[in-house]
């Protein structure tokens, strides 16, 4: 009788994996930060971000509370309160638009200084003799195709050109200035079409149609961002676009498209801002670019990307353009004004280094220790 070689019994086989599931838990692996999971909720990523908007909220009821100490003569009446507060909007609803696609620039781990020198060529070019003759929609088309054609250069040469993005855009800045000064020859350039004019001085149910367009782009900024794969592979790239590579996110395509989504906001600004003006010029939205990075900033978006809100950027921008409002009222300098909005931009870089930086590195070393 002869002993049967024993038989080994085979591991079962798993499950085929799906490449889309794959793909999307490493988009998560990505994003997540270190020891996510042994935080709650008030200290992750959403926390940080509520906490941040409270406070944001806290500081537009000071300015209010200030603003009523020192012209308690206007904000008793509260007709004229309402008025003021469409009036912020209004001044807000521009530079809003540019700053919703700053924000998913620096969320992505870049920066574009060339969005308002975007807004100006993009204004100029749509009001020029021949486009004007297409009416309406051609001049919506023609500075919505120009921003996004500049944001796409952009996007190119930071992408696949491997240019550094403070650099690249920097360029970009005085080249869109020059050409948009050659396209207009230095001139001031007059929106003759009622249609465009009318979008600046147009109210539904008594607020601004600004407003609504600025409510609109902000929204689906925050869907993008929050409720898409566009928005988590954002978050990714910035925080770490290696990580982000090896989860099978195509960093360079990725990169190139938030410039065009910035150009995009850019273009929709354009519009907005020749229709407040009726006209467009070389000089128009200048230093843009700042006032949008510092919203950006002020709201809570890490300038070394992987974190951000829309809603926060939104507030900033609301709290800016509210100090120039109570400045206006009080008849303050605008050098005045500039240095108060320096000392809020430093103040609030310095919080997000106190804030992400030495105070996760305690956090961290304590969970070592301790683990």
Request: glycine share 12%; with cysteine; charged share 10%.
């Amino acid at each position: 009788m002869t002993d049967s070689p024993p038989t080994t019994e085979l591991p079962a086989q798993s499950p085929p994996v799906d490449p889309a599931e794959t793909e999307q838990v490493g988009e998560r692996a990505a994003a997540a930060p270190a020891g996510a999971g042994r935080l709650s909720w008030w200290h992750g990523d959403g926390g940080e971000g509520a906490k941040r908007n409270l406070a944001l909220i806290g500081v537009l009821l000071a300015l209010f509370v200030i603003g009523a100490a020192t012209r308690w003569d206007l904000y008793s009446n509260p007709d004229w309160v309402w008025a003021n507060m469409l009036s912020i909007l209004k001044l807000a609803s521009v530079v809003g638009v540019v700053t919703v696609g700053m924000t998913f620039v620096i969320i992505g781990g870049g920066i574009d200084l060339s969005v308002g020198a975007i807004v100006a060529l993009a204004g100029v070019w749509c009001t020029t003799v021949a486009t004007q003759s297409f009416g309406a929609g051609g001049m919506i088309f023609t500075a919505i195709v120009v921003g996004m054609a500049v944001g796409l250069v952009n996007g190119t040469l930071i992408a696949y050109g491997r240019l550094v993005p403070f650099i690249a855009t920097l360029a970009m800045l005085v080249a869109a200035r020059g050409l948009a000064a050659e396209i207009s020859q230095k001139q001031t350039q007059i929106s003759e079409n009622n249609t465009i004019n009318g979008i600046a001085s147009t109210d539904l149910l008594g607020i601004p149609l600004l407003v609504y367009i600025l409510a609109a782009v902000v929204a689906a900024g925050w869907v993008l961002l929050n409720r898409t794969t566009f928005g988590r592979r954002t978050v990714a790239v910035g925080g770490n676009p290696e990580a982000a590579r090896l989860a099978g996110i195509n960093v360079r395509l990725h990169t190139l498209l938030l410039y065009v989504l910035s150009g995009l906001c850019c273009g929709i600004a354009a519009i907005m801002l020749t229709a407040q003006a009726t006209s467009a010029q070389a000089a128009m939205a200048n230093l843009y670019e700042l006032d949008a990075i510092a919203a950006v900033i002020i709201g809570g978006t890490l300038l070394s990307g992987g974190r951000g809100t829309i809603v926060g950027s939104l507030l900033g921008v609301i709290i800016f353009a509210t100090i120039t409002n109570l400045f206006a009222i009080n008849g303050l300098s605008t050098e005045a004004q500039n240095m108060v909005k320096g000392g809020i931009i430093v103040a609030a870089v310095l919080i997000q280094q106190i804030q992400f930086g030495s105070l996760s590195q305690f956090f961290r070393r304590n969970r070592l220790t301790t683990s």
